[in-house]
C-alpha cells in the first residue's frame, strides 16, 4: 500500500514563491473549499503533475508555471511503502525530476522517459489513468471509467488486479519475437548457405571418389599386367640362364678345338709343302740330267732311285692327307660351332639383360603406380566435406534452437494476449468486481443490476426495463455509477494490494447532480472507508458539509497569489 504523506508547491499556476504544503496523511477526511479561482483543484494537478510529469486537468505544461514569477516551478511529492520513505521533485525553469529513496537520490543515469517508466513500473506500479480512476474522482476534465475507450477501461483493471506485468511482457515478448524473426531469417540464409556447400563439396568428393575408383581400377589393370610381365620375365631369365650356362659349359671346351683345328691345318700344310717340295724335286731329276749348281752329269741310277723314293714318299703324305682332310674337317665343324655357341652365349648375355632390364622396368612403373595410388587429396576433400557436415550440424542445431524459442515465444504470446493469461484473472475478478459495484449502487440507492464483462462492456438491467446502457442514465445517475466504479476499484485494489493507497480526492462530486438523499448515503460510504483512508472532498458547498468532516483547508486568493489557510 502506497501512503501518501505530503504535498508541496510554489510558483505552480497560481501559487506564488512561497511552498504551499498539504498533509495527506493527518486526518482521515479533509473538506476544501474556496471560492471560485482561489487554488482548490492545485493540490490534484501538484500531484498528478509530480508523479506523472502532467496535472489532473488539461493545462498546457508551459502554463503550468507561475505567470507573474515565471521561474522555480517545484512540485514535491512525499509518500511510503512499507518502511521505505519516497520523495519525488519535479520542477520548471530550470528543470527538475528527482526521485528520493530513504533520503538518498536514485541513480539519474538513465534518461528522464527511463526514469519516468522507472517511477511508474517499478515503484507506484501505476500509471497516470489508474491513478485518476482509484485516488482522484473529478468533476471537470475527468473522465469516467464507463466513458473510457475499450482499451483504456482494460489498462485500468490491469493496473488495478497487478497483471499489467503481462502487457509489458508481451511488449518485450514483442521485440522478442522480431529479433527472432531475424535470427531465423539469418539462420534459414545460413543453413543454405551451409548446406549449398555442403552439397558442392559432397559432389565434389563424389567425383573424385569416381575418378580414383576409375583410376584404381585402371591401375590394378595395370598393376596385374605389370606383375605379369614381370613373373614372365623371371620365368624366360631362368630359362635364359639355364641356357647361357649350358652354351657356356659347350664354349669351355672351344680353346681345345680351336688348337686342334690350327695344329692340324698346320700338319696338313706341312704335308702339303712336303708333297710339293718332293713334286718340284722329281720333276727337276725328269727334267735336267746335269747338276745346275756344280754341272755334273746326274748318276741316273740314282735320279731313278732317288726319284722313286720320292714318289713313295708322296704317296705316304697322300695317304696321310687323306686321313688328316676329314679329321680337319671334323674339327673344323666344332669351331664353327663353338663360333655359332659364341654368338649364341653373347645373344642369350644380351637377352638376359634385357630381360633383366625389362623385369626391372616392369617393378619401377609397379612401384610408381603404387605411389600413384596416394589418396590425399581426396583425403583433403573428404576432410573438408566432413567441415561443411560439421558446420552444417551446427546451422541446424542453432535453427533448431531458434525455431524451439520462436514456437516457446509463440506459445507465451499467445498466454499474454488479452485472451490469454489475463482474460482468464480478469474472468476470476469480474463476479467480485460485479457484486462490489452493485452493493454501491444499492448503498446510494440505484436499484439496477449492474454487470461488466470480460471486456468490460457494461450490462445494465433495471425494473421493466432491460439492456440500459451506461448513457441511457441522467447526469446523477451516471455519478452514481462512478462513484460505485470508484469505490469498487479501490476495494479491488486493497484486495490486490496494487494500486492501494491512502488517498482519495474528490472533486466538487458533491456539487454536480447528487441530490439529497444520494448525498447522505455517499458520505455514509465515505465514512465506511476505514482508517486507512484519507479523504480530501472539494466542494462550493462548505456551508453545508463542514460538520462532516474532521478537518477543513481553505484556498483564498490575495493579489492575485492563492494560499492556503487550515482551520483544525
Known sequence: MIVFDKV????????????????????????????????????????????????FRKINKPQLVNSINE???????????????????????????????????????????????????????????????????????????????????????????????????????KDRIKEIKTEMNECEHAVALAQNRYDLQSKNVHRLSSVYQQNKDEIAAMQSSW????????????KTQIQLE???????????????????????????????????TIEFFTQNDTCPTCTQQINAEWKDSHVSDLKSKDETYYSKLELMQP?????????????????????????????????????????????????????????????YKEDLDAKLEECAKVNSNHQDYSIVSKLLKDGGIKTKIIQ??????????????????????????????EKIMSRYRDDFSYASFSEGEKQKIDLALLFTWRDVARLKNSTSTNLLILDEVFDSS???????????????????????????????LLDKFETTIEFVKENDFSSLRMDA
Open 8 to 55: 508541496r508547491w510554489k510558483n505552480f499556476l497560481s501559487t506564488g514563491n512561497g511552498f504551499t504544503e498539504v498533509n495527506l496523511n493527518t486526518h482521515r477526511s479533509t473538506l476544501v473549499i474556496g471560492s471560485n479561482g482561489a487554488g482548490k483543484s492545485t493540490m490534484m494537478d501538484a500531484l498528478c503533475f509530480a508523479l506523472f510529469n502532467k496535472p
Open 71 to 173: 521561474r522555480e516551478c517545484v512540485v514535491e511529492v512525499e509518500f511510503s511503502i512499507g518502511s521505505t520513505v519516497y520523495k519525488v521533485v519535479r520542477g520548471i525553469k530550470p528543470n527538475v525530476f528527482e526521485i528520493h529513496r530513504n533520503g538518498s537520490l536514485i541513480d539519474q543515469d538513465a534518461a528522464n522517459r527511463d526514469y519516468q517508466k522507472y517511477l511508474e513500473q517499478s515503484i507506484l506500479k501505476f500509471n497516470f489513468k489508474s491513478f485518476t480512476q482509484v485516488v482522484i474522482l473529478g468533476s471537470s476534465t475527468f473522465v469516467p471509467f464507463m466513458q473510457l475507450p475499450a482499451a483504456y477501461r482494460r489498462e485500468v483493471i490491469e493496473d488495478l488486479l497487478d497483471i499489467q506485468v503481462f502487457s509489458r511482457m508481451n511488449m518485450l515478448l
Open 227 to 238: 606383375k605379369t610381365d614381370i613373373r614372365n620375365c623371371e620365368k624366360d631369365i631362368e
Open 246 to 280: 649350358n652354351v657356356g659349359d659347350l664354349l669351355a671346351k672351344s680353346a681345345v678345338n680351336k688348337d686342334q683345328y690350327h695344329k692340324m691345318r698346320d700338319l696338313i700344310s706341312q704335308v702339303k709343302q712336303k708333297i710339293q717340295s718332293n713334286l718340284s
Open 327 to 387: 679329321a680337319l674337317e671334323s674339327i673344323e665343324n666344332k669351331v664353327n660351332a663353338d663360333t655359332e655357341n659364341a654368338k649364341l652365349y653373347e645373344s642369350l648375355k644380351n637377352e638376359l639383360k634385357n630381360l633383366r632390364n625389362n623385369k626391372r622396368a616392369a617393378e619401377t612403373r609397379l612401384n610408381e603406380t603404387t605411389i600413384k595410388e596416394d589418396t590425399q587429396a581426396l583425403k583433403c576433400e573428404q576432410e573438408s566435406l566432413e567441415k
Open 428 to 457: 476470476k475478478f469480474v463476479p467480485v468486481i460485479n457484486q462490489r459495484i452493485n452493493k454501491y449502487l444499492q448503498s446510494m440507492d440505484f436499484y439496477v443490476n449492474f454487470t461488466l464483462d470480460e471486456n468490460f462492456d
Open 514 to 544: 447528487l441530490d439529497s438523499t444520494a448525498t447522505e448515503e455517499l458520505l455514509k460510504i465515505l465514512k465506511g472507508l476505514g482508517t486507512n483512508t484519507n479523504l480530501f472532498i472539494i466542494s462550493h458547498k462548505g456551508e453545508l
